[in-house]
C-alpha cells in the first residue's frame, strides 16, 4: 500500500488549500479513508474520515471549514481547506488501515496570521 499526499504550502489566514492523496496497493473504493495532522509539538490527531460509502466525520475544531471527499476511479482522497486558521498549521498525513496502519508521507500546511 502506497498513500502519496500532496498539496500542501503556505496560506493566508482566511485562504484556502486542497490537499490530495493518490492511493495504490489496495482496493480504494472499499475502505474508509481518513486525514491527520500534527502539529509541532504536539500528538498526531484524526482531522476527518470518510467511508466506502461516502460517510464523513470531522474534528470539531474543522467541522464547517474542511470538506472530505473521494475519487474512487482516480484512487484520490481530497482535504478541501476553507477559512483556514494559523492553529491549522501542521503536517497533513493521509491514512488507511488495512490489518495495520498505512500513513503517507506528510504535506506540510502552513496558516500565517
Known amino acids: 500500500v502506497q498513500l502519496q499526499a500532496s498539496g500542501g504550502g503556505w496560506v493566508q489566514a482566511g485562504g484556502s488549500m486542497k490537499l490530495s492523496c493518490k492511493a495504490s496497493g489496495l482496493n480504494f473504493g472499499l475502505n474508509t479513508m481518513d486525514w491527520y495532522r500534527q502539529a509541532p509539538g504536539e500528538q498526531r490527531e484524526l482531522v476527518s474520515s470518510i467511508t466506502s460509502g461516502g460517510n464523513t466525520n470531522y474534528a470539531d475544531s474543522v467541522k464547517d471549514r474542511f470538506v472530505i471527499s473521494r475519487d474512487n476511479v482516480r484512487r484520490t482522497l481530497f482535504l478541501q481547506m476553507n477559512n483556514m486558521k494559523p492553529e491549522d498549521t501542521a503536517v497533513y498525513y493521509c491514512?488507511?488501515?488495512?490489518?495495520?496502519?498505512?500513513w503517507g508521507r506528510g504535506t506540510l500546511v502552513t496558516v500565517s496570521s
Open positions: 491514512h488507511v488501515y488495512l490489518r495495520r496502519d498505512f
